[in-house]
């Protein structure tokens, strides 16, 4: 679409698209579909059938099945044909990415292959590494790893200890240092490795094969989920590394990981939705068949609130990474057009969402883990057991909270870099602060006679950003250059960003799916009812914390009046909403939303 709205990272606090300018999963085209299709396939063929022996765990069973799937293209989703893959757009490769989520600790291994154990070559990598590395990392002859975290520099990257000094010829850096909790240790044949050169303040990348003499690794952890994943620490004892294998610039590889960590945190977000999806089929095939007092547990009220949650956050969430990858597919035929080579145009569209990708990473791996939780209630008894999925679902669920990146860090990082795209410029975030906080004692709900459905549903929305922006206003001008010390109300921020982020991508889905002439029986309508009235409360309380940390006396009562009036929304329902969604779940007995 020619003249398509883009905003820029963050940009959706200020301002507003229209729902024609967004990308929605019911237009994804038949090769997305049939990509999509042979990944499931591939699970329910060579995944689910082992996944006991995997999860035992097996890890030569694991590099087979990851070899297999090299075998069928599924590696190369994301490359460039001329280095062995199909160069498919970032939509598609989400689509992939959530798809392979639903495949436990084979999703863990594979991801870690295809992203981080491979496009820190592909994006920042010489053309002799890309056709040495990155063909046989595309087709599965070669798997990759990704080694950052060191001991005692868990979040803080840079602070790592593991060093690299140019040898004597010249001709090798020997690498000295320890790496920890390293993905597909155990079998990986290259790992991108950050290492300080000299006394650099900043790290530098190399790729260093796991057959160079020095390289250690430790038998694999033994961990709460994601058992079937080889998770170890490796050890460099004076390992030689060919001074061409330097990946990008001398000091450049704590961008590079930052690139690759905004990346892995969108396809993270990807990953969750799949098995969420998968958890919610689970839960609604088990209460379909599991009779109590005579009748199917499905019929039960408390049941169908819990399915009809499962779905309305799942299909939210799904808003959300669609909405993104668009976004980040046009930014990159964009970068491409003013002339960048294709894999510095995929990384900087890619890491320019750095607000959304901590929002959807946060956001996804705490829907994920809410809707497994009740998978497992759902089951009951049966839940606990290790009979069953869920039980499975359960444990491997848990690590996403953590992985790239802990959400207590995401959650910092979402107001932080917000905040400074507004102060370099990217848009006015603190002019249209100030201009609300100036006129607090007349500010409305901009309510209007006669609005149509979607025009209410989006005044709600944009009633929730001006009280964002209030409040970072408030929370500026009071603690000053100290904010970034006070986690507490960066948190409070970012819950509200979150909530609201995800509820007008939902908002937007829903009326272009009109548009689209789809959503027929309204129930689309219902379920954004429903999270637009539980938004409500999830952004006043935070906004409330917030207030009371720095409104004196004579203002927290404007404050106040302010966020229950820009969270006031219509009643609704929410019982009849809710056993609808659930009762179409409950027909279809899967997730067809």
Not at 142 to 161: H, M, Q, R, V
Not at 216 to 235: L, R, Y
Not at 432 to 449: F, G, H, I, W
Not at 516 to 535: C, P, T
Request: charged share 25%; glycine share 8%; hydrophobic share 40%.
């Amino acid at each position: 679409m020619e003249n398509k709205k883009v905003l820029k990272s963050g940009e959706f606090l200020v301002d507003e698209i229209e729902a024609g300018d967004i990308f929605i999963p019911e237009e994804f085209n038949e090769e997305q579909k049939m990509i999509a299709q042979t990944i499931q396939d591939f699970l329910d063929t060579e995944l689910y059938p082992n996944i006991e022996q995997i999860d035992s765990p097996d890890i030569n069973l694991m590099k087979s099945t990851l070899k297999k799937a090299g075998e069928l293209g599924l590696m190369g989703i994301s490359i460039p044909e001329e280095y062995g893959g199909f160069g498919q757009s970032f939509v598609t490769q989400m689509l992939a990415a959530e798809t392979i989520g639903a495949g436990h600790s084979f999703s863990v291994a594979f991801m870690a292959h295809t992203g981080i154990g491979t496009l820190p070559i592909m994006y920042y990598g010489s053309e002799e590494q890309r056709q040495r590395y990155v063909t046989r990392l595309a087709s599965g002859e070669l798997i990759g790893a990704y080694c950052l975290t060191e001991p005692g520099a868990g979040s803080d990257a840079n602070s790592g200890k593991t060093s690299a000094t140019l040898s004597e010829d010249g001709k090798h850096y020997i690498l000295n240092g320890q790496k920890m909790w390293i993905t597909n240790a155990n079998f990986a044949d290259t790992q991108v490795v950050f290492a300080k050169i000299d006394k650099d303040r900043v790290l530098s990348a190399f790729i260093v094969e796991r057959d160079y003499p020095g390289v250690v690794i430790n038998p694999d952890e033994h961990k709460m989920g994601i058992k079937g994943s080889s998770t170890a620490q490796i050890f460099y004892n004076d390992v030689k590394v060919p001074v061409e294998n330097l990946i990008g610039n001398r000091g450049e590889g704590f961008r590079i990981a930052l690139s690759i960590l905004h990346m892995g945190r969108i396809k993270l977000g990807a990953n969750v939705l799949g098995a969420s999806k998968k958890a919610i089929i689970d839960s609604v095939k088990y209460a379909n068949e599991r009779k109590q007092f005579g009748v199917f547990i499905s019929t039960f009220g408390s049941i169908k609130h819990k399915l009809a949650e499962q779905v309305i956050k799942t299909f939210a969430l799904e808003c959300s990474i669609y909405r993104l990858s668009k976004d980040i597919d046009d930014l990159i035929e964009k970068n491409k057009a003013s002339g960048m080579d294709k894999g510095k145009a995929s990384v900087e569209g890619i890491s320019h969402y750095a607000v959304e990708a901590a929002i959807l990473k946060v956001y996804g791996s705490e829907v994920l883990d809410f809707i497994i939780d009740e998978a497992v209630q759902i089951h009951g008894g049966m839940g606990y057991s290790a009979e069953m999925a869920v039980e499975r679902g359960y444990r491997d669920s848990r690590i996403n909270r953590i992985f790239e990146g802990t959400n207590e860090i995401n959650r910092l990082l979402v107001v932080d870099t917000a905040m400074k795209r507004a102060m370099k410029g990217d848009f006015d975030l603190f002019g249209k602060a100030d201009a609300l906080v100036a006129d607090l004692d007349n500010l409305t709900d901009n309510k209007k006679e006669g609005e149509s459905y979607f025009g209410e549903k989006l005044r709600n929305i944009k009633n929730f950003k001006n009280l964002i922006l209030i409040v970072i206003q408030g929370a500026s001008k009071f603690f000053d250059k100290k904010l970034i010390l006070e986690q507490e109300v960066l948190n409070n921020l970012t819950d509200m960003i979150m909530e609201t982020y995800v509820a007008e991508a939902m908002a937007l889905r829903i009326q272009k799916m009109e548009l689209l002439g789809l959503n027929h029986s309204g129930l689309y309508r219902q379920m954004l009812d429903v999270f637009i009235y539980e938004a409500a409360d999830k952004i006043r309380k935070p906004a409330q914390d917030a207030i009371n940390s720095f409104a004196g006396a004579d203002s927290i009562h404007k404050y106040k009046r302010v966020a229950g009036l820009l969270t006031n929304v219509a009643d609704i329902n929410v019982k009849d909403a809710r056993r609808k969604i659930a009762d179409k779940l409950i027909e279809d007995n899967c997730y067809k939303f």
